[in-house]
């Protein structure tokens, strides 16, 4: 797909500086919705918040949609984050902010908005998106916070590119070594802004994410940031049948390079525009370290080592995560379909087995078994050299 060009701001306007004292405070002044609000969505809206508040190029007031849902007392999850301030169910006991305003009204949440923040699980996106066809504004920006992607026939589609085609805008995504609940409460960590083409945009973005403990910086590769974000959560898994099975750090470590490898090689057979340079990042090395180390999917693919393998993932992700969504299952599946769709199963050991340790056709002991199971070269020309 052509990438998509931002005419309203062109590549030629004068840089803005980190206070947002540039040409679009004189003219234009921001207002921000963010589409989602489960654990990472309602961070998020703490963080911009916090922004939105001192900065003069942004309006105060950050919507937040909420999917609604209706708790065991009784009360509406909207009601409940309006009156307390806090995410009762997804994010208890941080305050979001008093500018921060739940609303159970998708189109409503939207209307006026210039900046959409996409933060919900990967496979609520694309009906999402067929709701707020004509409805948002035309001079919009969108971001994605969103791990995974799309297989369509003719290939993966990323969650950014799902956004641009059904809505027509312009996308960014940001994503890091960033587990929600250590951010929530403030602890140093980075993040990566991936943008395509308009670098004032991807400043904009960095504005309203960064705080004194929230570093973000912009790289020109929204793909290589996006698949980072996304296929680190298939080596979590991998890493969590490791730990399940207390094989100890140095198999986790072989792991993880391996999956590293993987994740390499197969955003650059891809799309060949992602730059090496992406995997050092927040988005690649920090991202996979945190997450083999602490993330839902860590853990809840050790609870299944642990079981033997006889208790399902989807029965333990809604035993272990209370309603929160697992990723890497899906991604794995996803990834499979593009794998055996082109014949590279082999050039993928890690990917591939995750995905049959996944739906039970090897056992979680397989993820180790990698003698008989080295990547097969000839299977790609030329892809030896992303090894
Ligand atoms: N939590 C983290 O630490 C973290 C960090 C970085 C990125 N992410 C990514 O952020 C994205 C969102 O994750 P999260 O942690 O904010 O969510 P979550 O898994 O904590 O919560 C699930 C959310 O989905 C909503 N939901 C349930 N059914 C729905 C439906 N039918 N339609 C729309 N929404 C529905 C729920 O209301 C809730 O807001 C994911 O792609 C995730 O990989 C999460």
Not at 58 to 76: C, I, N
Not at 321 to 329: A, D, P, S, Y
Not at 339 to 351: M, N, T, V
């Amino acid at each position: 797909m052509a990438p998509v060009q931002d005419a309203r701001h062109g590549e030629g306007s004068p840089p803005i500086t980190n206070n947002g004292s540039g040409e679009e405070q004189l003219h234009k002044k921001y207002r921000v919705t963010i589409v989602g609000s489960g654990n990472w969505g309602s961070v998020a809206a703490k963080l911009i918040a916090s922004n939105t508040i001192k900065l003069p190029a942004f309006h105060d007031e950050v919507r937040m949609w909420v999917y609604e849902e209706t708790l065991p007392t009784g009360q509406k999850l909207t009601e409940a984050i309006n009156r307390s301030n806090e995410n009762v169910k997804y994010l208890p006991g941080i305050k979001l902010g008093k500018n921060v305003v739940a609303d159970p009204d998708l189109e409503h949440a939207v209307r006026d908005a210039n900046m959409l923040v996409f933060v919900t699980p990967h496979q609520f996106v694309e009906g999402i998106c067929k709701r707020l066809v004509g409805n948002i504004r035309g001079d919009a920006e969108a971001i994605s916070l969103i791990k995974g992607m799309e297989v369509k026939m003719e290939g993966p589609c990323m969650i950014s590119t799902l956004i641009t085609e059904m809505l027509g805008i312009n996308c960014c995504v940001l994503m890091g070594a960033n587990i929600a609940n250590e951010i929530a409460v403030e602890k140093f960590s980075e993040a990566t802004v991936g943008y395509r083409e308009n670098r004032e945009v991807a400043q904009r973005w960095v504005r309203l994410f960064s705080t004194h403990y929230f570093i973000v910086s912009p790289v020109q590769d929204v793909e290589g940031v996006e698949l980072c974000g996304t296929l680190k959560n298939v080596v979590a898994i991998a890493a969590g049948l490791v730990d399940g099975m207390d094989m100890g750090n140095n198999t986790k470590a072989a792991i993880m390079r391996i999956g590293l490898r993987e994740m390499r090689t197969f955003s650059k057979l891809m799309f060949s525009s992602v730059k090496d340079s992406t995997f050092f990042e927040s988005c690649g090395i920090a991202d996979l370290i945190t997450t083999c180390l602490g993330g839902r999917n860590r853990k809840v693919a050790e609870a299944y080592a642990r079981n033997g393998g006889k208790r399902s993932f989807d029965e333990l992700e809604a035993e272990l995560l209370q309603g929160q969504k697992l990723q890497g299952v899906s991604t794995a599946k996803e990834v499979y379909e593009v794998l055996s769709h082109r014949g590279w199963e082999e050039l993928f050991p890690l990917f591939t087995t995750v995905h049959e340790i996944s739906i039970g056709r090897l056992p979680p002991c397989a993820i180790v078994e990698y003698s008989e199971h080295k990547p097969n070269f000839s299977l790609v020309e030329g892809s030896a050299q992303y090894y």
